[in-house]
């Protein structure tokens, strides 16, 4: 008998995670911004719009995805939460308030995390995973992971296949992201406040997401795509993502996996490498902060 992999005999595993941030990057930005009509609306429409018309796509084209919602967001859309695990998919942690965890106290970050916790606890949604918003973790946002018990993370960018931490004598599996595979570098822009500068051509997009996909089977990679609903729910933009999981699907080898599914199989994968948390300490007259 041979022993689970994470990626159960695929050439390379697709996880389609939409973090659904709506309002909150912008208000994080400052609570003025609420009263700025065209920035308010231009975030809804990524749960108002974008998030049914993904459902539509991922039940027509037979795929789960994971969606990391913020507990502001499931709190001001009740339902949004529960839609989207009666569609199939997963639901996880994504902060409550969607402030980069390094700018906040460790008080601080223990506070926004439960009150995450405790809107989804009230919703009747269970959750496994967390990513923290803009990706910022830091070691205290790893050890809230580990002390609530939740099976993975998905944040840090050390390996481009699932990894274990180790951390307070547990083991959170790594699903880890990149740049070049999220969205907002393609699409973000808003001139205030100034969240990006780009819209590029989903064209482009297509196009280098799909050699990012060819070559992650070359190396048997997770390809872990990071998409916003209030970026990639616009018209071209989900047409180029149902043509790119319309090519992996065709490419075969493929296999689509929720981050809930893909963080169990990794756990009981023996043969993935079991880390530690970046840990550097840097010389303060060399490195001044
Ligand atoms: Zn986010």
Partial sequence: MTSPTWHGGAQAVVTLTFDVDAETPILAAGRRYADHLMTMSHQAYGPDVGVPRILELLAELGVPATFFVPGWVAEQRPGLAATIVEHGHEVAH???????????????????????????????????????????????????IAEHGLAYDSSLMGDDRPYLLEVADRSIAELPVHWSLDDWEQYAYLPSPQIGSVIESPRKVLEMWTAELDAMRHYRCLFNLCLHPFLSGRPSRLLALRSLIEYAQASGGIGFARCRDLAEAAHSDLSLPRRTPPAVSADPDVYPD
């Fill in 94 to 144: 994504h902060s409550y308030s969607h402030r980069a965890p390094t700018t906040l106290s460790a008080a601080e970050e223990r506070a926004d995390f439960e009150r995450a916790l405790d809107v989804f606890v009230a919703q009747g949604i269970e959750i496994r995973g967390h990513r923290a918003a803009l990706w910022d973790a830091t070691r205290v946002t790893l050890e809230l």
